[in-house]
């Protein structure tokens, strides 16, 4: 037979094919009438695992693509019954909310909380998100968010991510668990120095101090060090600083150009980063969830069912919609047997209708979803 008579025949298929799942849509609306009105819920596992041992034993060698197809059909079918059914998700009620709380431009003053002191590379992204605002410095991550959650600041900046440390996993437990919203984002591109006392060599250094990232972000040329102490500290602002007011010709820090003139420390070696493109990202996030115009990046938290095929149910939406992922990272549950949360972001604004139905699609089928925020990256 010819290619074109063969798929003259796959076209009649499809047309019966389709005509048949129209009429199991309609059909599954039917049901979800009748479970609204008798107050049943919209899963039935039961039901789905006696049509798939029945379809799966009718299709002989074909059994697993019969499983997934019909696997599909019943997601598709609850997904149309939790429309008609569900009343409106949370993400439509918090992305309303966030819209109507944006106004016309994002502020221009208000006060920042900032991890560090003067000089860290969270600083630099405080005076890029927001240069007219005004800095209060606070000791950790969560000093950052207790502080805008006190009310006594209206925003915080934190760094989020890494290009080759990862991210920052201390941040994303905060925002996830404080309920925060992402109001902005910057990356910027780090460089670090190693500092020391004026005239103090590399051969006298015995202790060098920095931020855990930055000691990440620089392993390859600390494992080349002999008999160096790598010893952790707040900020790699605080880093300097320590060796600057300690006067000790045998310590270092891992810092930035800028420490070094701010603490009156000399560089004696310099882009000792693993990587040259060596970039992080700070968020800006406030308490308040609030959606301020030019967003263009959507963040999330969700968790699924530990099943066959959840995640790529989760990508096969956003692909229909021709979204771009920019992050996707699976990070365990603390104190949980092996559950994972995921993180996302997606280069998308809520303002397209077919992007928040989607959300609310995705809050539906999720165990777990949590809507970071729709910011812009500037
Ligand atoms: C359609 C129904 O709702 C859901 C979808 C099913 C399906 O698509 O066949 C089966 C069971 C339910 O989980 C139903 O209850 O019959």
Do not use: W
């Not at 431009?105 to 002191?117: D, E, Y």
């Not at 602002?237 to 000399?266: D, F, K, P, T, W």
């Not at 969700?302 to 992050?327: C, H, Q, R, V, W």
């Not at 996302?344 to 995705?362: C, F, H, I, K, Y």
């Amino acid at each position: 037979m010819e290619l074109s008579d063969i798929r003259a025949k796959i076209d009649t298929v499809d047309d019966q094919l389709l005509n048949l799942f129209l009429e199991r849509m309609r059909l599954s609306e039917e049901v979800a009438a009748y479970k609204n009105e008798h107050h049943l819920p919209i899963l039935n596992k039961q039901r789905e695992r006696e049509i798939l041992a029945k379809v799966t034993e009718q299709a002989g060698d074909k059994e697993r693509y019969a499983y997934h197809l019909f696997s599909t059909l019943f997601e598709l079918a609850r997904s149309r019954q939790a429309e008609l059914i569900n009343a409106p998700t949370q993400v439509a009620a918090q992305v309303r909310q966030s819209l109507a709380a944006g106004g016309e431009v994002f502020p221009q003053t208000g006060l920042v909380a900032c991890q560090g002191v003067e000089g860290a590379y969270s600083q630099v992204a405080c005076d890029r998100l927001l240069p007219r605002g005004k800095i209060v410095y606070v000791k950790s991550f969560e000093a950052v968010f207790s502080a805008v959650e006190s009310g006594l600041c209206k925003f915080g900046v934190v760094p989020i991510e890494n290009s080759s440390n990862g991210s920052v996993r201390a941040v994303y437990d905060l925002v996830q668990r404080k309920n925060f919203s992402i109001v902005r984002s910057t990356r910027l591109c780090i460089h670090h120095e190693l500092l020391v006392q004026p005239g103090v060599k590399l051969t006298d250094i015995t202790e060098i101090y920095s931020h855990e990232q930055a000691i990440g972000q620089c392993s390859k040329f600390l494992s080349e060090l002999n008999g160096v102490r790598v010893i952790p500290c707040a900020n790699t602002a605080v880093a300097a600083q320590m060796v600057a007011e300690s006067g000790s010709r045998h310590a270092a820090a891992i810092s930035s150009h800028a420490c070094a003139a701010l603490y009156g420390l000399e560089c004696i070696h310099d882009a000792i980063q693993d990587s040259d493109n060596n970039y992080t990202r700070f968020i800006c996030i406030s308490k308040e969830p609030v959606i301020y115009p030019g967003a263009n990046r959507i963040s999330l938290v969700i968790a699924f069912e530990n099943k066959p095929g959840a995640l790529y149910e989760i990508l096969s939406k956003l692909a229909a919609l021709d979204i771009n992922m920019t992050k996707l990272e699976s990070c365990p549950v603390v104190g949980s047997d092996f559950d994972f949360v995921f993180f996302l972001e997606l280069d998308a604004s809520v303002q397209d209708p077919s992007v928040l139905a989607m959300l609310e699609e995705m809050e539906r089928s999720c165990a777990k979803f949590q809507f970071l925020g729709n910011y812009a990256e500037v």
